[in-house]
């Protein structure tokens, strides 16, 4: 299904069956001297039709199309080697170009195992979360070339000039794309209006909660009429959307220092255990093992925020880190 949303812009729906994200909003932006594609979907048949169908209902070639990507995760890129032409560039910024390359080496997953058994994670629940992972099921290949940017690239299409804008939080790559002289705004997973990005830890990636709030700073500085978000209903207004993103993590700030205050020692599983979450489950047991980890991940940003505060400090006891107050 496509939408003409702006002069020469176009929205393709892409279904993500049996995720609750439900659906990405892929764009394509009609250029003089190329074309550019924003996003692509899972490397899936089910995503492969609808952008592809999408692709050619807007009448454009691949052959003159470049593709972007706004970050590493495979809903947004899974598919950009199959939807490539051979002439198409696949833009991602280096860091997030750096991280995808990661995810083959074979001791990714027994870095991630260490990781998550850091958390608090079972080794069993582990176990069981890896055979669902995303990155396993609907990565582009290990051979994809990506044409790797830095912040404040532009890409040129004869008509327009497009900047990418360096957004760390939700990957430590993630970029938003920015048509200054019409301020519209492509705002991948940075800024989403139905939903809250997941912020999550990464190796390598410091306080990614804080990196994130900082680079919604950037966006708030930046005159915008129109976004573009990647997810859901995709347009809203942007300013107003950032201010409650920031309201939400300072609340999910404050709830993870009051667990950690009322239960020192815990780990940023059993943190998660006790914070709120919208997801329709009875308890944190009946949680399906995706959903732990994401919540996992969450409340560990927030607890990396709380300690580059200097409000806790974590211990490893056995391999696991336990949080206290200062
Ligand atoms: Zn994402």
């Known amino acids: 299904m496509i939408n003409n949303i ?18 990405l909003n892929s764009y394509l932006i009609k250029g003089k001297t190329r074309n550019l594609l924003i996003d692509t979907g899972f490397n899936t048949q089910i ?25 590493l995760h495979t809903d947004h890129a899974g598919l950009c080697a199959r939807i490539a032409s051979p002439n198409s560039k696949i833009y991602m910024s280096r860091i997030d170009s750096q991280h995808i390359k990661t995810f083959f080496n074979i001791n990714y997953f027994d870095n991630l195992e260490t990781i998550f058994y850091a958390l608090g994670f079972s080794k069993e629940e582990f176990a069981n979360n890896i055979k669902n992972s995303p990155i396993v099921k609907y990565a582009p290949p290990i051979e994809t070339e990506y044409t790797e940017i830095e912040d404040g690239y532009m890409i040129d299409l004869g008509n327009r000039v497009i900047k990418a804008v360096l957004t760390p939080g939700h990957t430590p790559g993630h970029m938003c794309l920015y048509i200054e ?11 989403i209006f139905d939903i809250t990005p997941n912020i999550t830890k990464w190796r390598g990636f410091q306080n990614s909660l804080g990196q994130y709030m900082n680079s919604l700073n ?10 573009f978000s990647s997810h859901r209903n995709p347009m809203g207004n942007c300013s107003e959307r950032i201010d409650e993103l920031f309201s939400h993590h300072k609340k ?6 009051n667990i950690v205050m009322q239960y020192p ?11 709120t979450w919208s997801i329709k489950a009875k308890d944190w047991k009946a949680f399906p093992v995706v959903q732990k980890w994401f919540a996992t991940g969450e409340a560990s940003a927030h607890l990396d ?3 580059d505060e200097g409000k806790i ?14």
């Open 218 to 227: 950037i966006i708030k500085n930046m005159p915008v009429e129109l976004t």
């Open 305 to 307: 925020y709380l300690e």
């Open 252 to 257: 999910r700030i404050a709830e993870a220092y």
């Open 6 to 23: 702006a002069k020469d812009i176009y929205m393709i729906k892409v279904p993500l069956p049996e995720n609750p994200l439900k659906n």
């Open 313 to 326: 400090k974590p211990t490893n006891i056995n391999g696991e880190i336990k949080y206290w107050p200062i």
């Open 265 to 275: 020692g815990l780990s940023p599983y059993d943190v998660a255990s006790k914070m």
């Open 47 to 71: 995503c492969y039709d609808a952008l592809s169908d999408g692709i050619k209902e807007i009448g454009v070639d691949m052959n003159s199309t470049d593709i972007f990507l706004t970050h």
């Open 181 to 191: 002289n019409e301020k519209l705004l492509f705002s991948g997973d940075h800024v």
